[in-house]
């Protein structure tokens, strides 16, 4: 089991920025994937960004790529959003979600995360 929390969410307004905590706890991490997701009301959760414990590239979804930055600490076990030039449309309750590394593969998954965090809001206003 891996448990998630999340902290860090709040109000904001548009172009201001934001950082996200995700603290991460019950086994060893380094063959995890560590996400980020949202959900907008009325919405799906979508896909924001990942990044492996192991190192490399971090994805983003298109929506934020140059404004958000993931990044990782894994002497604190501890994931991060970034936040920056944040608009009305990134008003969601944001999630922090792992899963286990495919070795075989470059890329990261944006669906079937196995664990989830109970997530934070985050609403930016106009």
């Known amino acids: 089991q891996v448990q998630l929390a999340e902290s860090g969410g709040g109000l904001v307004q548009a172009g201001g920025s934001l950082r996200l905590s995700c603290a991460a706890s019950?086994?060893?991490?380094?063959?995890?994937?560590m996400a980020w997701f949202r959900q907008a009301p009325g919405k799906e959760r979508e896909f924001v960004t990942a990044?492996?414990?192991?190192?490399?590239?971090?994805y983003y979804a298109d929506s934020v790529t140059g404004r958000f930055t993931i990044s990782r600490d894994n002497a604190k076990n501890a994931v991060y959003l970034q936040m920056n030039n944040l608009k009305p449309e990134d008003t969601a309750v944001y999630y922090c979600?792992?899963?286990?590394?495919?070795?075989?593969?470059?890329?990261?998954?944006?669906?079937?995360?196995?664990?989830w965090g109970q997530g934070a809001q985050v609403t930016v206003s106009s």
């Open positions: 979600a792992a899963d286990w590394e495919d070795p075989t593969r470059t890329g990261v998954p944006r669906s079937g995360y196995a664990y």
């Open positions: 019950g086994r060893t991490f380094n063959s995890l994937v």
């Open positions: 990044i492996k414990w192991s190192g490399g590239s971090a």
